[in-house]
């Protein structure tokens, strides 16, 4: 079974943000990914516009 994820395979962590420059994830986000309930996985990409709008340069 494959969970849908908002990686990018571009894994790299911004230590400002604490947040993956590609999907804007947690490290926590992104090491429980698989464990988490299908509700939680839905608020976490609810939220990764904002997060994405927040880290954006300009």
Excluded: F
Aim: some cysteine; hydrophobic content about 25%; proline content about 7%.
């Amino acid at each position: 079974m494959s969970l849908k994820s908002p990686c990018t395979k571009v894994c790299m962590m911004d230590p400002d943000s604490g947040l993956c420059a590609g999907c804007y994830r947690t490290i926590e986000e992104i090491g429980n990914w698989s464990r988490m309930t299908e509700e939680e996985r839905n608020e976490v990409w609810n939220e990764l516009p904002q997060r994405k709008a927040g880290n954006s340069p300009g």
